[in-house]
């Protein structure tokens, strides 16, 4: 996906600058940012519920990544192979002040499951 920018607040944006495409899914980095050009880039690093055999528990780049400021909601979708029967996927939404995991879902054995068919490990009761 190609490079992105959102307001998050009149203060601060989020960009996602796309750092990786492969045959059948693409990696971004995200940062937050002043839109006044005030202070450094911060790395945008976030929380699943659970390590997996790719990360610790923290995700500090995001498959597939897109922003949808209607509803503030991050989403990363991490297919463990082409045929999507394994892999990751997740939300956030952004409270104001930080972003906060909506949903997680995963899938570590590559089975030949219905692709994106990941059992779901984590859901937010709301906003």
């Not at 790719?54 to 995001?62: A, L, N, P, S, T």
């Not at 897109?66 to 997740?90: F, M, V």
Request: with cysteine; proline share 5%.
């Amino acid at each position: 996906s190609p490079d992105s920018a959102y307001a998050l607040s009149g203060d601060e944006a989020l960009v996602l600058l796309n750092c990786f495409n492969g045959a059948y899914q693409s990696a971004s980095l995200g940062f937050r940012i002043d839109r006044a050009g005030r202070g450094p880039a911060r790395r945008l690093v976030l929380q699943a519920p659970i390590r997996t055999g790719v990360h610790d528990g923290r995700i500090d780049y995001f498959t597939n990544a897109d922003y949808d400021p209607a509803s503030a909601t991050l989403s990363h979708a991490a297919k463990g192979r082409g045929l999507g029967d394994c892999g990751e996927a997740a939300s956030w939404r952004f409270d104001g002040r930080e972003f906060r995991l909506a949903s997680y879902a995963y899938l570590g054995r590559c089975s030949g499951a219905d692709p994106g068919d990941w059992p779901t490990l984590f859901r937010s009761a709301g906003r």
